[in-house]
């Protein structure tokens, strides 16, 4: 009987895995260490990276639920402000001091920050315009409907709408 429900707790657990259920506080371990990891390698890139991305490591750690998708968005508008000053870092010179220089400068937060803004705007802006698409889009379908159906009803009669 032990054997039984110890298969039967397995079977969850592999299902509550398989479904993504489980294995959030483990996603995070793997990003830190990857990042930690990358640290002794490209500390000027980690530096600028960390500093200029922390909206994104905000929407991370700050979003509750199931479905999280706001670093998403936030995350790519953000590094798309990061990416230019990070070719200049990487082509130029690569050095911590340098890194701090761009961090210094305002334009360099200004579009970081301004980019994952804008990504912010995005993720609240868009699913209220998608709902008022698929209401629109669903209202002229029942239109077209209730229309062929009165149509329907002027060709064979009051009998069709009958049941049975």
Not at 29 to 36: N, P
Not at 142 to 163: D, H
Request: charged fraction near 15%.
């Amino acid at each position: 009987m032990a054997k039984k429900a110890s298969a039967v707790k397995q079977a969850q657990a592999a299902a509550k895995a398989k479904k993504g259920g489980g294995g959030g506080g483990a996603n995070k371990i793997v990003v830190l260490m990857i990042l930690a990891a990358l640290i002794p390698f490209s500390l000027p890139t980690v530096t600028v990276l960390f500093f200029c991305g922390l909206p994104t490591l905000g929407a991370w750690a700050g979003e509750k639920g199931k479905h999280k998708y706001a670093w998403l968005c936030v995350g790519g508008l953000n590094f798309a402000g990061i990416i230019p000053y990070l070719f200049d870092l990487w082509f130029g010179v690569h050095t911590l001091d340098e890194a701090f220089n761009m961090l210094s400068d305002a334009s360099v937060l200004l579009w970081a920050y301004g980019a994952s803004a804008i990504g912010w705007v995005l993720y609240m802006a868009t699913p209220p315009i998608v709902k008022s698409w698929l209401a629109f889009t669903t209202d002229r379908r029942v239109s077209a409907l209730k229309s062929a159906q009165k149509r329907l009803i002027e060709e064979w009669g009051p009998e069709v709408t009958k049941k049975g």
